[in-house]
């Protein structure tokens, strides 16, 4: 994808991941528009970004997603990137689960459902564009699942999954990314913003946008901190790095 002068939909623009790709593409001279549930996440975003603008939308609710693609093509005829980042996560264990799955399908429609629904509300409008670009942020553990988190990991093998039909079908109209990321700092869970073993944001945010301007014929974005997860399979030595990193993270 060229790194300017688009104008970019990220969705949980408003924390983590979300914010820091909307304001590197902003630096980067691109329009963003910010989507998320919570309007005082999208308003501190904005108050230091005046030039972006936000949008409210709840990804797991799919009327609201059918209004948000009239409103884009409404008030952004140019949109031409979709970033499909929001995302939850919750820890499961599953000997002692409780037969409300709430959380559980929560993450099913919002991290699988939602890009996939999102996606088909604005294909149409992407596609009038020149060129156009959808991003979907997976995660390292599509690839090594990590059993404390079965239905999160599950959510993102599927995303890997519709991403790369996706790009067949699309192949030569649309470009489709993907973003992979490793464990990060930020609010995803409880203790992710403040354990040292996760990546600092702004080094992932620095190295993603760096393998997008000098490889720009990747398709998958893998910083070297996620390259043992996202390669585990391929590594030759994937049950002990699945053992490895389940006992690491249990
Ligand atoms: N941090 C990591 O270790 C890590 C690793 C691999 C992949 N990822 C992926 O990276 C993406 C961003 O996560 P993060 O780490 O930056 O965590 P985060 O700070 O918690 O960001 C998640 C964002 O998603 C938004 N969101 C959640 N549910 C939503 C919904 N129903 N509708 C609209 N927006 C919704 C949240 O905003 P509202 O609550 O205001 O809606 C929030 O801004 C996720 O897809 C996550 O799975 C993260």
Redesign the pocket.
Known sequence: MKLAGNTILI??????????LAEAFHQSGNQVIL????QS??DQVTAVNPVMQAVT?????PVAIREFGNIMSEQFPDLNVLI??????AVESLQTQSEDLAEVE?MV???LL?PIRLTVALLPLLQRQQDSTIIN?????AFLPGAFVPT?SAT?AAMHSYTLSLRYQLRGKTDILE???????????PN?GKDSR??P?NEFIAETMAILRNEPAATEIVVERCKPLRFAAESGNFHAAFEGLNRAMG
Do not use: E, F, W
């Not at 989507?35 to 919570?38: Q, T």
């Open positions: 969705t949980g623009g408003g924390s983590g991941i979300g914010r820091g989507a998320g549930r919570r996440m999208l939308l709840d990804a797991a609710n499909n980042n929001a995302g939850i996560q929560a429609t919002t991290n939602g942020v997976t995660s390292g553990l999160y993102k973003v992979i990321p490793p464990y990060v700092q930020t609010d995803l869970g992710h996760a990546m944001l």
